[in-house]
């Protein structure tokens, strides 16, 4: 299948400054040889136009396939040919979770630093196996090129109070249940393990660090905290 691929490898994010352990990540990433391979760095005022602008790029290069690859993903050598595997088998979209920043009390049941996925009723979970999901993250997927065209435009939308510019939900939880409605779920593969970059790296031991301090007190949440909002 990949005799004739092209790929963009779309980084959406538009400052001058990245993660060096990200950069050298992506720099070692193995491929298939006779892939086709172009990187993007998308440019825009928040992610959802980021990503839009990744997809226009994919969709004027005439690239087959796009990889959504964020700048602060530190990924191993294999990354891409794992992900790939589940392509040639006909898992498309397929992605992976990375531990969240810090810990979300309005989702029951979470714990800091959590890889989450969410079910029809908001509930979020890690999934122990290879599945299609609901609602899920966008942090690095591959998707067809060709799956946009069959979406309706915004593709990728926030949810925000207009009055104070809170964000309300994310785009990752509008895109993955609009891809659910189209009837092409997104996969995920638990087994594929990004690490997740902040002030260290974040891998999916974090999130059993502070069981002995669970449940964690809750605190009143702010205007500025996102909860998931189950959409019809």
Same mark, same amino acid.
């Given at each position: 299948?990949?005799?004739?691929?092209?790929?963009?490898?779309?980084?959406?994010?538009?400052?001058?400054?990245?993660?060096?352990?990200?950069?050298?990540?992506?720099?070692n990433l193995l491929f298939p040889p006779t892939m086709s391979i172009g990187w993007y760095l998308a440019s825009g005022w928040c992610s959802a136009r980021r990503k839009t602008v990744?997809?226009?790029?994919?969709?004027?290069?005439?690239?087959?396939?796009?990889?959504?690859?964020?700048?602060?993903?530190?990924?191993?050598?294999?990354?891409?040919?794992?992900?790939?595997?589940?392509?040639?088998?006909?898992?498309?979209?397929?992605?992976?979770?990375?531990?969240?920043? %810090?810990?979300?009390?309005?989702?029951?049941? *979470?714990?800091?630093?959590?890889? $989450?996925?969410?079910? !029809?009723?908001?509930?979020? @979970?890690?999934?122990?196996?290879?599945?299609?999901?609901?609602?899920?993250?966008?942090?690095?997927?591959?998707?067809?090129?060709?799956?946009?065209?069959?979406?309706?435009?915004?593709?990728?939308?926030?949810?925000?109070?207009?009055?104070?510019?809170?964000?309300?939900?994310?785009?990752?939880?509008?895109?993955?249940?609009?891809?659910?409605?189209? %009837?092409?779920?997104?996969?995920?593969?638990? *087994?594929?393990?990004?690490?997740? $970059?902040?002030?260290? !790296?974040?891998?999916?031991? @974090?999130?059993?660090?502070?069981?002995?301090?669970?449940?964690?007190?809750?605190?009143?949440?702010?205007?500025?905290?996102?909860?998931?909002?189950?959409?019809?």
């Open positions: 299948m990949d005799k004739s691929v092209k790929l963009l490898c779309v980084i959406p994010w538009n400052s001058p400054f990245l993660w060096a352990k990200s950069v050298s990540g992506f720099l990744g997809v226009e790029m994919a969709i004027q290069s005439e690239a087959d396939f796009i990889w959504f690859l964020d700048a602060d993903q530190v990924v191993e050598q294999e990354t891409f040919l794992k992900l790939w595997d589940h392509v040639i088998a006909g898992r498309n979209p397929i992605g992976t979770m990375q531990p969240c920043r %810090g810990y979300f009390p309005q989702f029951e049941g *979470s714990k800091p630093f959590q890889p $989450m996925c969410w079910d !029809e009723h908001g509930k979020p @979970f890690t999934p122990e196996k290879l599945q299609t999901v609901m609602y899920g993250s966008l942090n690095c997927f591959i998707i067809a090129t060709d799956t946009f065209k069959r979406l309706e435009r915004p593709w990728f939308q926030e949810r925000f109070d207009e009055t104070t510019m809170a964000r309300q939900s994310s785009l990752d939880q509008h895109f993955t249940k609009k891809l659910w409605d189209a %009837g092409m779920p997104l996969w995920v593969d638990p *087994s594929i393990r990004p690490k997740h $970059m902040d002030a260290m !790296e974040l891998d999916w031991s @974090f999130q059993n660090r502070f069981d002995d301090l669970m449940p964690c007190k809750k605190q009143p949440l702010s205007s500025d905290s996102v909860k998931l909002e189950v959409l019809s």
